[in-house]
């Protein structure tokens, strides 16, 4: 953000000193207000905040769950990861906790790393005010900390969009923003076989990969790409958090 402060500062001053046409300054105005909308947009460009958006190591691959925990589904794929020893990150929507705290109990003691993904997921959730977002964070802590009897210490933006409003949340919160390399776009009408032939020609060592455990096929789709991720990138019982923290 302070980068882009500058570049505008500098921009402002060259039209003035240089007497360029005032058309210049608006064009520039222009490029320079579809930076910052991409940037809300793109999480991994970092324009506001920093996020984690690979693992430290280009040996493997680790694979990320947002919008749970979901009663059924979610069950589900935590046996499909179990069968290949797979730990995961679980990107916790805090309401849904409050739901069923015998599942994030379960999430966590088969190993998996949770994290915040904000209380309500509201659409408006980017549009709050810092102590709103805040009040997030600790109804979310109030929920999952006593269960597993651990801080949370990264949060996940809603919808992957950041602005400098949750730039400051995270300083407050001491929270690290954990977002990805690699969209499945599991959410979207892609069918199962594309997303796996995706995946196989695209992924990389290295990769955080993106999914959603609040989906029927979700286990059904892991199920499918784990042999051949594990083969490829030895996934056998990391915990994320050492592929994503040095601890
Ligand atoms: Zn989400």
Known sequence: MICCTAVFLLSLAVVFFFAFSSAYFFIF?????????????????????????????????????????????????????DRYKVKAVFCIIGKNAK??????????NRGHLLIHHSYSHSWFFPLLSVKKML???????EVIEPLIKEKLLFFRPPFGVTNPRISKMLKKSALISLAWSYRSFDTTSKSSEQIINE?????????????????????????????????????????????????
Not at 99 to 108: A, G, N, Q, S, Y
């Open 29 to 81: 105005l222009l490029i320079f207000a579809v930076f910052l909308m991409v940037g809300a947009i793109q999480i991994r460009l970092n324009v506001y905040l920093h996020s984690i958006t690979h693992c430290n190591t280009r040996d493997t691959v680790l694979l990320s769950f947002d919008d749970g925990p979901h009663p059924i589904y979610t069950p589900l794929l935590l046996d499909v990861l």
């Open 99 to 108: 739901k069923h705290p015998e599942l994030i109990k379960d999430i966590h």
């Open 135 to 141: 009040k997030e964070i600790q109804y979310t802590n």
């Open 199 to 247: 995946i196989k020609k695209r992924i990389k060592g290295g990769d955080i990969l993106l999914f959603h455990d609040n989906l029927p096929n979700t286990h059904l789709l892991i199920q499918e790409i784990l042999p051949y991720l594990d083969q490829e990138f030895k996934m056998n019982s990391i915990p994320p958090k050492s592929l994503i923290y040095d601890i």
